[in-house]
């Protein structure tokens, strides 16, 4: 027959085991939480393609959405939706995704808003781009707008885009590129010239314009002819 001293220690061994049961279930339980937690969070798919800064000249800029401060970026830097590059005065670049080919006069802004395997959507905030879209796939998926409208290639070919002063250009150096706002549609061919706006009514407006030959047409037209 036990002595209360016995059941006493009985008592207390007992207790300390069941104690170390209840820790032993309750960090079962916690790594359980843990790892449905880390299992639980959302996977986010690298981009199936990005665009590549290619060539740079000068001074070239990206914005960092995280600090809302621009960066500088040098050659070979990867581009994706979101992105808005700018260069600075006096400075040139030149973007690639596949067999298109974007570049970017000095004091120019562009950014990607949509770069995925159906599309590869541009806005252009301000300065000159041209493009050279050499595929079928390139012209289908290539659109850029600005505060004035959107305008998407028809064909291969090669366009230049200008916005100054709440003005936008559209030149197809080859090919057929259209300018598209509200109920407007207004196609621009081989050698053409055209610059569109939003008069004071909200109308969209448009004047065929001579073709520029300044600096930048004659560092892309250099461009091109090297690549070929």
Known sequence: ?????????????????????????????????????VHAQPVVDPPSRVARLSEASGQIWLFNTDTNEWVTIARNRPLTTGDRIATDNGARAEITLGSTTLRLDAATELEIVRLDDTRFALRLHGGSVAARLRTPQSFAEFELSTDEGRFRAQTVGRFRFDRVDQASDVTAFAGQAIYENRNTALPVTTGQHAQFWVDGAGVPQYAMQELVRDDFFAWNDARDRAED
Request: avoid cysteine; charge should be positive; aromatic fraction near 10%.
């Open 1 to 37: 027959m036990r002595t209360s001293s016995q059941s006493r220690v009985a008592q207390a061994i007992g207790t300390q085991h069941g104690w170390r049961v209840w820790i032993v279930v309750l960090t079962a339980l916690v790594a359980f939480a843990a790892a449905f937690s």
